[in-house]
């Protein structure tokens, strides 16, 4: 497994919910076609796994079924967070993770893309190594719309980033991964609202000098439209990863000088410190991860 050196201490004690290992924050909006199907697949794996495990899912304002498959369901894990207005797969992902009880967060999608009758692996994995903080399921192919402009646009990204931050990096914003609770804190308020949430996860470690490694999974063509623009895309994310080595040079240079922090967060939680996400940044809603 590829890893990124780490530099930064082991993350401190967890002393969340000592009944919860793992919790699964799964992103959906509008997935009534795959949305069961990949709850039954996560929750078998994760109970075959001896993971306590919680599944959190977050609604982003669907408009078609979801709403009433996930009201209906019968697992007992499962824990709903309901957006009435569609706030983008970033904000879905840093609103479940602030909500989760388990030690381990791992982030996957709901459109068949990502083999979540593996997602146990990735929790395994990041226990395996002590150096590690977080391990990304490094994708073997691409599929979706366009998988040739898919995958130029996204390895010369990939090796512009790992020339910018001086090391490897195996896959930059795949969707499936797993980290610790604990050390994605100073990580949290950077999330954008939706596209490269998942870049912004990656690059954010790596400048913290935490632990990074990368296991090979499968990757098929997602159920539902892929939203995949290569030219409005690959532009956004570049300028969010900028902004995320930009925040970070604040952050070990001049902590006094951080403005104040403005996320929204479920009730009783309590908010993160750092740097407050800049919506103008990234202002596409879809959960892509090219």
């Known amino acids: ?54 599944i959190v899912v977050v609604d982003d304002g669907s408009t078609d079924d979801t709403p009433r498959i996930l009201r209906q369901s019968d697992i007992v894990s499962l824990r709903l967070i309901r957006l009435n207005n569609r706030r983008g797969a970033g904000t879905a992902r840093r609103i479940g993770t602030l909500a989760a009880h388990g030690r381990i967060v791992i982030w996957t999608d709901c459109d068949l893309t990502y083999p979540n009758e593996h997602i146990a692996d990735l929790a395994t994995a990041l226990e395996s190594s002590p150096a590690l903080e977080q391990v990304i399921g490094a994708r073997a192919q691409e599929a979706g719309t366009a998988p040739r402009v898919r995958r130029a646009v996204k390895a010369t990204i990939r090796r512009y980033v790992a020339h910018r931050l001086s090391c490897p990096i195996n896959d930059l914003n795949s969707g499936m991964r797993a980290f610790y609770r604990n050390s994605a804190t100073q990580t949290m308020p950077l999330l954008p609202p939706g596209f490269s949430c998942t870049t912004t996860m990656t690059v954010s470690f790596i400048l913290q000098g935490r632990g990074v490694g990368y296991l090979p999974i499968t990757y098929v063509e997602r159920v539902g439209q892929s939203k995949f623009h290569p030219v409005t895309d690959t532009y956004r994310l570049l300028r969010q990863v900028h902004r995320v080595i930009r925040a970070h040079h604040d952050i070990t240079t001049e902590p006094d000088q951080l403005p104040p922090e403005s996320v929204d967060l479920p009730s009783g939680a309590a908010p993160p410190t750092g740097v407050q996400a800049d919506p103008s940044i990234d202002d596409h809603a879809g959960a892509n991860h090219f």
């Open 1 to 54: 497994m590829l890893t990124t050196p780490a530099s930064h201490p082991a993350p401190a004690p967890d002393h969340g919910d000592p009944t919860v290992d793992v919790s699964v924050v799964l992103p959906c909006h509008n997935e009534e076609g795959s949305l069961r199907l990949e709850l039954e697949r996560i929750t078998t794996a994760l109970a075959a796994s001896g993971y306590r495990f919680e």
